[in-house]
Structure formats: C-alpha cells, structure tokens
C-alpha cells in the first residue's frame, strides 16, 4: 500500500462521514457554517459581534476547534450561545469524525444553525469537508494582499469572505482592492464582507442578513 | 498496518533524512534557520530588513516554502541574496526530503548561513525537523497575545522568537507582556525580539548580532 493510496482511503472516510453528517443536519433542518482562517484572523471575535444578532432570529450553537485550551469556548458562552470545544492535541484541522463525535451532545432538533470555528490555518482545513452547507474564510487585513493567490486552496473551496480588521487599513502598507482582485482572480464567485472591531463590524448587519437568508432559504427546502 | 504504524513511519524517515542534512550541513560548516509562523506574520518582510545587514559579514542563502507562486523569493533577490523557491503545491509545512531536493543546487562550501522561510502555518511546520540548527517562530502582534498557549508545539520546539508588527500596538488591544508570559509559560528559554517595519526593526541589530553569533559559534567548532 503507498502513501498516496492511504491519503486516498482516508479522504474518502472524510467525504462518507462528512455525507452522513450532512444528511442529518438536512434531517434536522439545520444549516451548518464551516469558518476558517489563519491564527488571530479575527474569528472568535468575528462571531462574539455576530451571535447576539444572529441569536435573535435563529437558534445557534458553536463548535470551536483548538490546538490547545478552551478560551474559545469560553469567550463564546459569554455570548449566551452553547459553545462545545474540541482540542486537537497538535491536530491541524477539524475532520469529520470530530464534528460527528460532538453531534449527539446537541440537541439539533432545537436548533437552526449551527458554526463550527475551525482550526486557526489557513491551509489544511480547506481540504477537509465536515458536511457543512457554507464555508467562510476570514482574511485580516494585516495578513496582506496577497494571501489569496499564496494560500489559493482555501479561497477556491469557499462562498464567502470576511475581511476583518479594516480599520488597521490606515497604519499599513496593504491593498484592499488588490487584496478583493486576488480574490476574484482565484474565485470570482465568493461573497466579500468586510469587517472591524473598532467602531463596530461595519458589514455586520450585511453579514447577519446574508446568514439569516442562507438558514431560511435550507428551512423552506 | 495502522493509522499510527504510518505515521511513526513517515515521521522515523523525514527524521533520518534531516540527520543526513544536519551531518552535511556540519561538514560545510553551514549555519542553518527555519523560520516559520502564520500567513502573513512577516517572514519575507523580517528577511529584506536583515539579509543586507547580515551579508556584510556572512554569505547568506535563503529558501523559500509556499504552496503556490513564487512571490517570496523574488522579494528576497531584489536584496541580492540568493533564494531558491519550493512550492509544496497544497502541502502545509516543508520536510527534510524537499530541503535535500534543493541542496544540490547551492554550492554550500560557499556559504555561511542558510536561511529556510517555511510555509505559513503555525500548526504543522512545527512537527517537521528539516535538519536546522536554529528554529525561530514569528509571531505578529495583530495576532494576539494567546496564540502561544493555542499553538504550544510551534514555541515549545523553538530556541527563539521574533515579535513582529509591534509598531501596530497604539491600535489594537493586544497586551505585549502577557504575550511574552504566555511564550514563557510554554518555553522559558525562548530567546524573544521584538520587531517592526515602520521606523525600522526597533531590534535588528540585536537580531543580527545573535544570529552572527550563533554562524560563529558554530564555525568555530
């Protein structure tokens, strides 16, 4: 057996699992989001801005995906959302098995959304599908311009974008249209919102909006 | 054979193979870094502040690791030092074979310091010896203060650490000595430096003369 068949056997176990969670979150009614970027992208704080919203319209939970620690999970629970953490030990990325291990601790029958915060990474993640309905990468301003086309696998595999930290723009050296055309250049088709902490998410209400309308368009199939 | 049975086994050769790299290394009596950290923490940018100050006294290399382009090294030749790029083609960290790849094309008795930029990730470099004497972790201020106790492996295997992007301070609500506690914490023989591009790298000359140091020491042997 080489390496390359048992990369294949186990990328295929991923997709099977992934397929399964997928059909019980389609059973559940309930809309999955699969976040990722790299370490400090802004995604812990993305969502502690955009749950309270999110949480008067839809039933939400988190998964939060760690390395190490359970800070994520415990900044989320201030929030008054349900936030399970998984660590990791070392692991690079979320896989399938770990969100179906963490399935039958939430009762998804109550709930209509769901976000799983992956693995601070901007490059493993991306090849491994949870069963998630959409994939967002976040991209923090001070990252560069030009992540796009040097980590092209996570923004060819996502819908949307969050681009956060806009308001640093000011104090570097960074293009954010040249940042938005590597983008389109790598996948024309995401959906870009931009965000910063400082004077609130400036896209947030966009951002919620957008969330709320991909859950009712998955209720009304 | 077992998940586990090949792993051991992938990881017991990328060791052999960093030792042969170590041994050749030593007999070229060749200083070598592995520089690593997240997307976008400023490797590339820390390279073109000190490879013109490092060149007036030792010959210098460098090898650039990404997964697509060959942006990197173009930004480190505008400098006048010779960098050979390897695009890992999706692959998130360098091995030791990929190095070995690439030696025949240096004349190693020619240089004194090879220095080898990692894919951007802050996960899997980590678990990877590539043959190196020295690993040095960049970690950027927007990134957080937590970030060594999310990622622990990175700075546990490492002898030191570069803070970048600290001239970002005065805009962010980040604390730059819990961050030094938290590296502390997981590894308190981490040598740290503290950088930042606006105003020059406030530590470039103490960075430079440390790592003059450590190509000496070494020569000297």
Redesign the interface.
């Known amino acids: ?1 080489t ?1 390359v068949d ?1 990369k294949r056997d ?1 990328d295929a176990l991923n997709k099977q699992i992934a397929a399964a969670n997928r059909a019980l979150f389609k059973s559940a009614g309930l809309y999955v989001i699969n976040l990722m970027g ?3 992208s802004g995604k812990t704080t993305l969502l502690e801005n955009i749950l309270p919203r999110l949480q008067d319209h839809v039933r939400t939970a988190v998964i939060e995906g ?4 359970e ?1 994520d999970a415990l900044r989320i629970r201030k929030t008054g959302v349900t936030a399970l953490q998984i660590n990791t030990n ?1 692991g ?1 990325h979320l896989d399938a098995r770990m969100i179906e291990n963490q399935l039958s601790r939430l009762d998804l029958a109550a709930l209509d959304l769901l976000i799983i915060e992956n ?6 993640p991306a ?1 491994f599908d949870l069963g998630e309905d959409l994939r967002m990468v976040l991209l ?1 301003v ?3 311009a ?2 796009p ?5 996570a923004f060819l595999n996502a819908q949307a974008v969050a681009i956060t ?1 806009t ?2 723009l000011p ?3 960074v293009d954010l249209d040249e940042m938005k055309r590597y983008m389109a250049e790598i996948n024309p088709k995401l959906v870009v919102f931009e965000t910063a ?2 004077g609130g998410v400036y896209e947030a209400e966009r951002l919620v909006a957008y969330i709320l309308e991909q859950v009712r368009q998955k209720k009304g199939k």
Chains 1, 2 share one sequence.
């Open positions: 057996m390496r048992i186990l790299s370490p400090g760690d390395l190490a620690t800070n070392g690079c693995v601070g990474n901007l490059v493993c090849s923090s001070p990252e560069g030009d992540k086309v040097k980590y092209p696998t930290k308001d640093l104090y570097l050296n902490l400082k």
